[in-house]
T-cell receptor, first 113, second 117 residues
Framework: SQQGEEDPQALSIQEGENATMNCSYK?????LQWYRQNSGRGLVHLIL?????REKHSGRLRVTLDTSKKSSSLLITASRAADTASYFC?????????????FGKGTKLSVKP | NAGVTQTPKFQVLKTGQSMTLQCAQD?????MYWYRQDPGMGLRLIYY???????DKGEVPNGYNVSRLNKREFSLRLESAAPSQTSVYFC????????????????FGEGSWLTVV
């Protein structure tokens, strides 16, 4: 089962606009991560936010976390065509003797020049 | 620094054939993972190895076996391939097992496209 669910499933914007993607999750977390996947490539880690943080910035990325609503958002400002990719949120699930990272189904972002 | 390397990149199998996907990481990571990615399903964990010598089932282990050959290498085997195993497979690694709250990030390989006909 999916721990994180991204919304929207697909987003199309013009270059220069801001893109906002949302993620909801089900269980308590210690941290939440966002990954990017370019078409035909592996996933690349973008940013991690801990449960005691409410907002975090990295370059043009801004991530917020609301643990009371079990939700996170990823904002990409001044988007570029190179930002076209799928974006996934992921949380660790603690089961059995070890944990594993559970991914949502992703938001497919298309940035048009 | 190659990171996570997986082979082959592309493979076509006939139903019932067997094959092994190879994965190696050069980051001295303790934990390694195999995921599959299908349209509309996101990434699903097949098996993981928290440390050398241990392996555990993930969300979708049926039809697969794994071997943690050493700290660097983690292979995924399909004993009798089925069309339902047509997918993109990703190997990944992290420095430590996920249950540690240090905030482990996962590093992915470039993927292996497998088609079973």
């Amino acid at each position: 089962s999916q721990q994180g669910e991204e919304d929207p499933q697909a987003l199309s914007i013009q270059e220069g606009e801001n893109a906002t993607m949302n993620c909801s999750y089900k269980t308590s977390i210690n941290n939440l991560q966002w990954y990017r996947q370019n078409s035909g490539r592996g996933l690349v880690h973008l940013i991690l936010i801990r449960s005691n943080e409410r907002e975090k910035h990295s370059g043009r990325l801004r991530v917020t976390l609301d643990t009371s609503k079990k939700s996170s958002s990823l904002l990409i400002t001044a988007s570029r065509a190179a930002d076209t990719a799928s974006y996934f949120c992921a949380t660790w699930r603690y089961g059995g003797s070890q944990g594993n990272l559970i991914f949502g189904k992703g938001t497919k972002l298309s940035v048009k020049p | 620094n190659a990171g996570v390397t997986q082979t082959p990149k592309f493979q076509v199998l006939k139903t019932g054939q067997s094959m092994t996907l190879q994965c190696a990481q050069d980051m001295n990571h303790n934990s390694m993972y195999w995921y599959r990615q299908d349209p509309g399903m996101g990434l699903r964990l097949i098996y993981y190895s928290a440390s050398e010598g241990t392996t555990d089932k993930g969300e979708v282990p049926n039809g697969y076996n794994v071997s943690r050959l050493n700290k660097r290498e983690f292979s995924l085997r399909l004993e009798s391939a089925a069309p339902s195993q047509t997918s993109v497979y990703f190997c990944a690694s992290s420095e430590n097992p996920g249950h540690l709250i240090s905030g482990n990030t996962i590093y992915f390989g470039e993927g292996s496209w497998l088609t079973v006909v």
